[in-house]
């Protein structure tokens, strides 16, 4: 393909900076190879970048559409009496196509330049040592929960919520193709949190490589499908990670519209208090499990509580629809 006006082909950039492809791991050779047969760096960045979500995002998901369709792992399932059907699963994949193609797709192909503007390494062989590349990866983590926790707990404020939010919780339990399922608007607020880390890294210490980005994109979007399963594993990472949230931890906050906003940690939710309801939640769960309960009585107790806290969170929920952009409620 034709370089953008103005702008060198992948083989002059190689060329100019002299790479030497005879040490090249396969891994960094297929890269180089890619950036070649695009020509056009611009063109190959984004279309990588846009393949790159669309397989990862909808492959994540496909192992959760087929365990929603065993019954054997409603064993595992949060919320046991809400299994997703075909059509709400279809309905919640043409909403996230359109995000996708329509806001997500526009951001991602100019993402190269924008890349370069700071200094990011694109087309450039070899990669970084993994070491430094997890690193930059637990940074990326860090500030985007500590982003999303503020912006989730905006977008819960009234207007923001009816306008924007509420889209996202119309399922009060999530399933993986659910996790984004949002307004336009929530898709660009929230996602600038897993972008700004490593543009933000990338302005200060200019020694941020794409393929870096995109394992962190990767384990962002496992992290958000997983979120939003419904299923609580006994090998779960929460099990083994206690300060990761989890599917645990997030569906409660669909099931109950209160608590837990953030997305991969659990402390910024412990520091602020936003998770008391969820905690004392959980505490009469573990003493339900202590007591001498038939499966039957066990699964109607389960329910009960379930019930409650989703009818308390349908209060709260109509409660802050009331607020209008002044901050006071309306009056009838």
Same mark, same amino acid.
């Given at each position: 393909?034709?370089?953008?006006?103005?702008?060198?082909?992948? &083989?002059?950039?190689?060329?100019?900076?002299?790479?030497? #492809?005879?040490?090249? %791991?396969?891994?960094? !050779? *297929?890269? +180089?190879?890619?950036?070649?047969?695009?020509?056009?760096?611009?063109?190959?960045?984004?279309?990588?970048?846009?393949?790159?979500?669309?397989?990862?995002?909808?492959?994540?998901?496909?192992?959760?559409?087929?365990?929603?369709?065993?019954?054997?792992?409603?064993?595992?399932?949060?919320?046991?009496?809400?299994?997703?059907?075909?059509?709400?699963?279809?309905?919640?994949?043409?909403?996230?196509?359109?995000?996708?193609?329509?806001?997500?797709?526009?951001?991602?192909?100019?993402?190269?330049?924008?890349?370069? &503007?700071?200094?990011?390494?694109?087309?450039?062989?070899? #990669?970084?040592?993994? %070491?430094?590349?997890? !690193? *930059?990866? +637990?940074?990326?983590?860090?500030?985007?929960?500590?982003?999303?926790?503020?912006?989730?707990?905006?977008?819960?404020?009234?207007?923001?919520?009816?306008?924007?939010?509420?889209?996202?919780?119309?399922?009060?339990?999530?399933?993986?193709?659910?996790?984004?399922?949002?307004?336009?608007?929530?898709?660009?607020?929230?996602?600038?949190?897993?972008?700004?880390?490593?543009?933000?890294?990338?302005?200060?210490?200019?020694?941020?490589?794409?393929?870096?980005?995109?394992?962190?994109?990767?384990?962002?979007?496992?992290?958000?499908?997983?979120?939003?399963?419904?299923?609580? #594993?006994?090998?779960?990472?929460?099990?083994?990670?206690?300060?990761?949230?989890?599917?645990?931890?997030?569906?409660?906050?669909?099931?109950?519209?209160?608590?837990?906003?953030?997305?991969?940690?659990?402390?910024?939710?412990?520091?602020?208090?936003?998770?008391?309801?969820?905690?004392?939640?959980?505490?009469?769960?573990?003493?339900?499990?202590?007591?001498?309960?038939?499966?039957?009585?066990?699964?109607?107790?389960?329910?009960?509580?379930?019930?409650?806290?989703?009818?308390?969170?349908?209060?709260?929920?109509?409660?802050?629809?009331?607020?209008?952009?002044?901050?006071?409620?309306?009056?009838?």
């Amino acid at each position: 393909m034709n370089s953008t006006a103005g702008h060198p082909t992948a &083989y002059q950039l190689y060329a100019n900076a002299g790479t030497d #492809f005879s040490n090249l %791991t396969w891994l960094e !050779a *297929q890269w +180089a190879a890619w950036y070649l047969w695009i020509g056009n760096p611009i063109i190959a960045t984004g279309l990588a970048s846009f393949l790159l979500h669309e397989i990862v995002y909808f492959g994540r998901c496909i192992p959760w559409i087929i365990i929603d369709s065993i019954p054997y792992f409603r064993k595992w399932k949060l919320q046991p009496g809400k299994i997703p059907t075909p059509q709400e699963q279809w309905e919640c994949t043409k909403q996230v196509l359109f995000s996708h193609f329509m806001v997500e797709l526009p951001v991602i192909w100019l993402f190269h330049p924008m890349a370069e &503007y700071f200094g990011m390494s694109t087309w450039q062989v070899p #990669f970084p040592a993994w %070491t430094h590349q997890a !690193a *930059q990866i +637990a940074f990326f983590f860090v500030f985007e929960d500590m982003f999303h926790f503020f912006a989730h707990r905006a977008l819960h404020w009234g207007p923001l919520y009816k306008n924007i939010h509420k889209i996202h919780h119309k399922y009060s339990a999530p399933f993986g193709l659910a996790a984004e399922y949002a307004h336009p608007a929530e898709v660009m607020i929230l996602g600038t949190g897993t972008i700004a880390g490593p543009i933000l890294y990338c302005a200060f210490r200019r020694d941020l490589h794409i393929v870096t980005v995109y394992i962190w994109i990767i384990l962002r979007l496992f992290q958000a499908v997983d979120a939003h399963s419904g299923y609580d #594993f006994p090998w779960s990472l929460q099990h083994i990670i206690p300060f990761w949230s989890g599917a645990e931890h997030h569906d409660f906050h669909h099931m109950a519209f209160v608590n837990n906003f953030s997305t991969s940690f659990r402390w910024f939710d412990h520091l602020f208090g936003t998770d008391d309801k969820y905690r004392e939640y959980r505490k009469r769960v573990t003493a339900m499990k202590k007591l001498n309960l038939s499966p039957e009585e066990y699964a109607a107790m389960e329910r009960k509580m379930m019930l409650e806290a989703e009818q308390e969170g349908l209060r709260a929920e109509a409660e802050v629809e009331q607020y209008s952009f002044t901050g006071k409620k309306k009056t009838a």
